[in-house]
């Protein structure tokens, strides 16, 4: 029979030591915000727009396809 603490770690994986909830700057518009984590750098507000759900770019940038 596995102990309580065995089956937490399957759901839950250890986090590495500076991945902790914090206060961050959102990359993309710059505003701060709560996040869960240093994997989170864009804020709710800017996920919400058209062009991050669309995952369509803000510039007419070149290609890197060569």
Same mark, same amino acid.
């Given at each position: 029979?596995?102990?309580?603490?065995?089956?937490?770690? =399957?759901?839950?994986?250890?986090?590495?030591?500076?991945?902790?909830?914090?206060?961050?700057?959102?990359?993309?518009?710059?505003? =701060?915000?709560?996040?869960? @984590?240093?994997?989170?750098? =864009?804020?709710?507000?800017?996920? @919400?727009?058209?062009?991050?759900?669309?995952?369509?770019?803000?510039?007419?940038?070149?290609?890197?396809?060569?």
């Amino acid at each position: 029979m596995q102990s309580e603490n065995e089956n937490t770690d =399957i759901y839950h994986p250890a986090r590495a030591l500076d991945d902790t909830p914090k206060e961050r700057c959102c990359l993309r518009c710059k505003a =701060i915000f709560w996040s869960d @984590g240093f994997g989170e750098r =864009i804020c709710r507000r800017c996920k @919400g727009l058209t062009a991050w759900r669309n995952a369509a770019h803000s510039s007419r940038g070149t290609s890197r396809n060569r």
